[in-house]
Each structure stands twice: as structure tokens, then as C-alpha cells.
């Protein structure tokens, strides 16, 4: 097993905070995911943590659910505030809106249902 120092055990705890999932940051460092939320798990961080620091933040919460509601894909909505799509759907869950299927995210033009 790979060992890690303190101050790259404090860099996977900023990254998992700011809304990189244990997958990547896991790649980041060499290590498997599982590692990465034993890691957290060990400091104490909860795993839906790094969620609870973007709902805490009531006027990101709002921008989320508007933009997802008027048809923004939480992809996008990610990319923008810069944490994960998982993020971005644990707050719209979390809110009580209902995710759509992927398949209508990742469709380029509306459909003419007529």
C-alpha cells in the first residue's frame, strides 16, 4: 500500500470537500477509491460532506435548481461551478426535484412532440 503524508491526506480532504469524487481523486494520487474514502472516513468526513458545503450555500442551491429546472444539464451546471455532476444531483435530490433520464441530457436539440 501506497503511504501517504499529511499534507497529501489534507489535499485529497480539499479535493473530496470541493466536490471530487474518491474515483478521481484516487487516480490523482495512485490509490483506489476505496483507499481515498477509508482516508476520509478515518478524519471523519462523512460522504455526503462535500455536498453539505454547496447546500449551505443558499443562493448556489437556488442557481442549481433554476438552471436544472429551466433544462441546463447538471453536467453543464458542474462544469460551471466547478464540482461534480454527482454533487450537482445529490443537491437537486436533496431538493426534491426529479432527475431526468440521461438520455434527454445529453440530446442536443428539443424534440418536436407533435
Same mark, same amino acid.
Given at each position: 500500500?501506497?503511504?501517504?503524508?499529511?499534507?497529501?491526506? $489534507?489535499?485529497?480532504?480539499?479535493?473530496?470537500?470541493?466536490?471530487?469524487?474518491?474515483?478521481?481523486?484516487?487516480?490523482?494520487?495512485?490509490?483506489?477509491?476505496?483507499?481515498?474514502?477509508?482516508?476520509?472516513?478515518?478524519?471523519?468526513?462523512?460522504?455526503?460532506?462535500?455536498?453539505?458545503?454547496?447546500? $449551505?450555500?443558499?443562493?448556489?442551491?437556488?442557481?442549481?435548481?433554476?438552471?436544472?429546472?429551466?433544462?441546463?444539464?447538471?453536467?453543464?451546471?458542474?462544469? $460551471?461551478?466547478?464540482?461534480?455532476?454527482?454533487?450537482?444531483?445529490?443537491?437537486?435530490?436533496?431538493?426534491?426535484?426529479?432527475?431526468?433520464?440521461?438520455?434527454?441530457?445529453?440530446?442536443?436539440?428539443?424534440?418536436?412532440?407533435?
Amino acid at each position: 500500500m501506497k503511504r501517504l503524508n499529511d499534507q497529501k491526506i $489534507e489535499e485529497i480532504i480539499l479535493l473530496y470537500n470541493s466536490g471530487v469524487p474518491p474515483k478521481e481523486i484516487g487516480e490523482k494520487f495512485g490509490i483506489m477509491n476505496n483507499s481515498v474514502t477509508r482516508i476520509l472516513r478515518k478524519k471523519g468526513i462523512d460522504r455526503n460532506q462535500a455536498a453539505d458545503c454547496i447546500r $449551505e450555500d443558499a443562493e448556489k442551491v437556488k442557481y442549481i435548481i433554476k438552471q436544472y429546472t429551466d433544462g441546463v444539464s447538471s453536467e453543464i451546471i458542474a462544469k $460551471e461551478l466547478g464540482i461534480n455532476g454527482s454533487t450537482v444531483c445529490r443537491i437537486l435530490k436533496k431538493n426534491n426535484i426529479i432527475i431526468r433520464p440521461s438520455i434527454e441530457n445529453k440530446r442536443k436539440y428539443a424534440l418536436d412532440k407533435t
